[in-house]
């Protein structure tokens, strides 16, 4: 198990590398912004990884990879742990677009299951329950 000089360190260096992938390389710089803010948050620096992550995000407007999908599908956890509900619906609104764009059924699944937790937290328990009905059926048209 890591300390938290060693997560710290990890954040850093993830940071760095972040900033200095050259802006033309839109996927590795969400890839390496991905990982840093995942430690932030399994760190329990929940609202710093958030605040990175908004400010960040909007470098990323025109960008439609799965890299993208799975940065958004992080916010929209991010946002429901901050209680900025309005930001995580319109997270999961963009990561379902990339997903049925790009066809990718899997983190859609996962989307669809993290958008159900959000609308569960704002106690809209029908949009809850349709949107894990849904990930429920794509999950069972898969197997």
């Not at 900033?19 to 710093?48: C, F, R, W």
């Amino acid at each position: 198990m890591e300390d938290n000089t060693e997560i710290k360190d990890r954040v850093v260096e993830l940071l760095t590398e972040y900033m200095s992938v050259p802006e033309s390389d839109l996927s590795l710089k969400i890839t390496y912004l991905n990982k840093a803010i995942s430690s932030l948050n399994h760190q329990g620096n929940t609202l710093a990884a958030h605040g990175i992550v908004e400010r960040e995000i909007r470098r990323f407007d025109n960008c439609d990879s799965l890299e993208m999908a799975v940065l958004l599908n992080s916010m929209i956890k991010l946002s429901a742990l901050v209680g900025d509900f309005a930001g995580a619906v319109e997270y999961s609104r963009r990561a379902q677009t990339i997903c049925r764009e790009k066809e990718e059924e899997g983190l859609l699944t996962r989307v669809l299951i993290n958008t159900s937790g959000i609308y569960f937290k704002m106690k809209e328990y029908d949009k809850a329950f349709s949107n894990a009905n849904k990930a429920l059926q794509m999950a069972r048209k898969k197997w």
